[in-house]
């Protein structure tokens, strides 16, 4: 008998509560492949993917392995195209990093700045996941009901109970409650970002009390004892996205892993600076810098910044990148994907046999 399984994990076709959060760039198909196997719900990161992409990935997991896996799109509109003229202030201020990297001054960003999200949405009706999740937004009830339609089951994020109960009359599967402890982006939409700040256990609790969609718990969860909370809320699973990043499958440079294990204390900070969107990061110089300065509306702040944030990388420099991590970032663990998922299900199961005891 499997103690840990709940109704969603029956619904999504997975052995354990534990989800790998859908992180772009970070969650490659080695990864999601690899927590599927070990029992989880592996998941990719689309937001910025192209069509053609999205099906290599997907493909990708599929030579790996025939289990379900999430694909997770950020559903968001495109700005309006902002002129050369108004980018200016935003180049002249990277402009100066851009030279300490040796890359060439930064140019105005042209639109499209994402791709687009209707050819995505395509893409997912061709790749057809067993699990396709939405953040930064929600999808019409009609495209909800079309996935489902095809045997996707369809999540969505919430930073507060009202885009829970607005999920919910979507018809979605699940809900998975971001609080404000997570890393990577906000997802909230219906309220300003920076009022929907409720923390996890807080915001978790409250959720389950106002729906009956099942519900994942995400931000700060980053071991066996996380979980255990979570499940003890009234979630069905828990998300977790920072405890994968230095993972040897993740796709993050190895700065940002090496800032996860350094991590002491909880160094994170919301910033808009790297992508135009509210995102928690380890903090470093841009984010510090920059906190006053120009920025373009997302995504196109994403693009001015991608040259940048890449080189910085790729040179083993921390000062621009964008170290995306959640406020537990000090218990992080350089495990294999595999691995992590084995060990936070004897973490949960202890914890759960440890309460139990105080009953005797």
Request: hydrophobic share 45%.
């Given at each position: 008998?499997?103690?840990?399984?709940?109704?969603?994990?029956?619904?999504?076709?997975?052995?354990?509560?534990?989800?790998?959060?859908?992180?772009?760039?970070?969650?490659?198909?080695?990864?999601?492949?690899?927590?599927?196997?070990?029992?989880?719900?592996?998941?990719?990161?689309?937001?910025?993917?192209?069509?053609?992409?999205?099906?290599?990935?997907?493909?990708?997991?599929?030579?790996?392995?025939?289990?379900?896996?999430?694909?997770?799109?950020?559903?968001?509109?495109?700005?309006?195209?902002?002129?050369?003229?108004?980018?200016?202030?935003?180049?002249?201020?990277?402009?100066?990093?851009?030279?300490?990297?040796?890359?060439?001054?930064?140019?105005?960003?042209?639109?499209?700045?994402?791709?687009?999200?209707?050819?995505?949405?395509?893409?997912?009706?061709?790749?057809?996941?067993?699990?396709?999740?939405?953040?930064?937004?929600?999808?019409?009830?009609?495209?909800?009901?079309?996935?489902?339609?095809?045997?996707?089951?369809?999540?969505?994020?919430?930073?507060?109970?009202?885009?829970?109960?607005?999920?919910?009359?979507?018809?979605?599967?699940?809900?998975?409650?971001?609080?404000?402890?997570?890393?990577?982006?906000?997802?909230?939409?219906?309220?300003?970002p920076y009022e929907s700040m409720t923390g996890t256990l807080a915001l978790v609790r409250m959720i389950v009390?106002?729906?009956?969609?099942?519900?994942?718990?995400?931000?700060?969860?980053?071991?066996?004892?996380?979980?255990?909370?979570?499940?003890?809320?009234?979630?069905?699973?828990?998300?977790?996205?920072?405890?994968?990043?230095?993972?040897?499958?993740?796709?993050?440079?190895?700065?940002?892993?090496?800032?996860?294990?350094?991590?002491?204390?909880?160094?994170?900070?919301?910033?808009?600076?790297?992508?135009?969107?509210?995102?928690?990061?380890?903090?470093?110089?841009?984010?510090?810098?920059?906190?006053?300065?120009?920025?373009?509306?997302?995504?196109?702040?994403?693009?001015?910044?991608?040259?940048?944030?890449?080189?910085?990388?790729?040179?083993?420099?921390?000062?621009?990148?964008?170290?995306?991590?959640?406020?537990?970032?000090?218990?992080?663990?350089?495990?294999?994907?595999?691995?992590?998922?084995?060990?936070?299900?004897?973490?949960?199961?202890?914890?759960?046999?440890?309460?139990?005891?105080?009953?005797?």
């Amino acid at each position: 008998m499997n103690r840990l399984q709940t109704p969603l994990c029956d619904r999504l076709g997975i052995r354990l509560p534990i989800i790998q959060a859908p992180m772009a760039s970070a969650a490659t198909p080695e990864m999601a492949a690899a927590v599927c196997k070990a029992g989880g719900l592996g998941s990719l990161g689309a937001a910025y993917s192209q069509p053609e992409a999205m099906q290599r990935d997907a493909e990708a997991v599929r030579a790996q392995t025939d289990l379900p896996f999430n694909v997770n799109l950020f559903v968001v509109s495109q700005p309006p195209a902002v002129d050369a003229a108004a980018q200016r202030g935003a180049l002249d201020a990277v402009a100066g990093y851009y030279q300490s990297l040796g890359l060439p001054a930064p140019e105005p960003v042209r639109a499209p700045y994402a791709p687009d999200l209707e050819a995505q949405l395509r893409a997912i009706e061709a790749i057809r996941p067993a699990v396709f999740s939405s953040h930064l937004g929600d999808l019409p009830a009609e495209r909800v009901r079309r996935f489902q339609s095809q045997g996707i089951k369809v999540g969505g994020s919430a930073n507060c109970v009202a885009e829970a109960e607005r999920l919910e009359a979507l018809g979605v599967d699940f809900i998975v409650a971001q609080g404000a402890e997570a890393g990577g982006h906000r997802g909230s939409y219906l309220r300003n970002p920076y009022e929907s700040m409720t923390g996890t256990l807080a915001l978790v609790r409250m959720i389950v009390c106002r729906v009956k969609t099942p519900v994942v718990a995400a931000g700060g969860i980053m071991d066996g004892a996380g979980i255990a909370a979570a499940l003890a809320l009234g979630a069905q699973a828990a998300q977790l996205g920072t405890a994968f990043i230095p993972c040897p499958e993740s796709g993050a440079p190895q700065v940002h892993k090496d800032g996860l294990l350094a991590a002491r204390e909880d160094t994170t900070v919301i910033t808009e600076k790297f992508s135009g969107k509210p995102a928690r990061g380890l903090a470093n110089r841009f984010n510090r810098e920059m906190r006053d300065a120009p920025q373009l509306p997302f995504p196109a702040q994403n693009a001015l910044t991608g040259k940048l944030r890449a080189a910085s990388g790729k040179a083993g420099n921390p000062d621009f990148v964008a170290m995306w991590a959640g406020q537990a970032a000090p218990l992080s663990r350089a495990l294999p994907a595999g691995q992590l998922i084995a060990t936070l299900e004897a973490e949960t199961l202890e914890c759960l046999d440890r309460l139990a005891s105080l009953r005797r």
